[in-house]
């Protein structure tokens, strides 16, 4: 199976703050990677798909980039509605396998 | 507007058996893979089983092989996952999705969950 790493497990931001989450396949999973954002008692929401694709409705501040194993997803300017749980998601082979989250709070 | 509601979750003693069904609307169901997901506190999102269009190919994650069935009915747009000889560990909230339809391996919606409690 195919793990996936997502660092940091959490962390702690602004309003404004422009962040940045990593995620690393263990093995090459060429651009097959999606983010996921969730929010508590509900169910996640796709947000980047394939690497770098904005799903429709997702807001232009959420960009992601990488190939291979290593991939990043960037929120260019922190707003309140993005405190939430992100995780990546390989879409390479099955089974489909999801980092551990990353948890974005407030400061 | 696309909708998957899930149901049949619910408190089973471990041994027990549980079939959950998830109902789809708002989209032709029998163009897409479908999917369960669920999740844990203590490890996150975990990928179940998956279905091809016609019913014809089925995953399933290694800790539920021989336990669990996936099926679909494209007919009642329904997807439902029969579980047996269900454990603690297999306590979760359950997700329907639905897999995209041009195949990059994201899921595109999801339900709302549903839970299942496995406990004595």
């Known amino acids: 199976d195919i793990q996936m790493t997502q660092s940091p497990s959490s962390l702690s931001a602004s309003v404004g703050d422009r962040v940045t989450i990593t995620c690393r396949a263990s093995q090459s999973i060429s651009r097959y990677l999606n983010w996921y954002q969730q929010k508590p008692g509900k169910a996640p929401k796709v947000l980047i798909y394939v690497a770098s694709s904005l799903q429709s409705g997702v807001p232009s501040r959420f960009s992601g980039s990488g190939s291979g194993t290593n991939f990043t997803l960037t929120i260019s300017s922190l707003q309140p509605e993005d405190f939430a749980t992100y995780y990546c998601?390989?879409?390479?082979?099955?089974?489909?396998?999801f980092g551990q989250g990353t948890r974005v709070d407030s400061k | 507007e696309v909708q998957l509601l899930e149901s049949g979750g619910g408190l089973v003693q471990p041994g027990g058996s549980l079939r959950l069904t998830c109902a789809a609307s708002g989209f032709t169901f029998s163009s897409h893979w479908m999917s369960w997901v669920r999740q844990t506190p203590g490890k996150g999102l975990e990928w179940v089983a998956n279905i091809q269009q016609d019913g014809s190919e089925k995953n399933y994650v290694d800790s539920v092989k021989g336990r669990f069935t996936i099926s679909r009915d494209n007919a009642k747009k329904s997807m439902y996952l029969q579980m047996n000889s269900l454990r603690v560990e297999d306590t979760a909230v359950y997700y329907c999705?639905?897999?995209?339809?041009?195949?990059?391996?994201?899921?595109?919606?999801w339900g709302q969950g549903t839970l299942v409690a496995v406990s004595s």
């Open positions: 998601q390989q879409g390479f082979r099955t089974p489909r396998t």
């Open positions: 999705a639905r897999d995209d339809y041009g195949g990059n391996g994201h899921f595109d919606y």
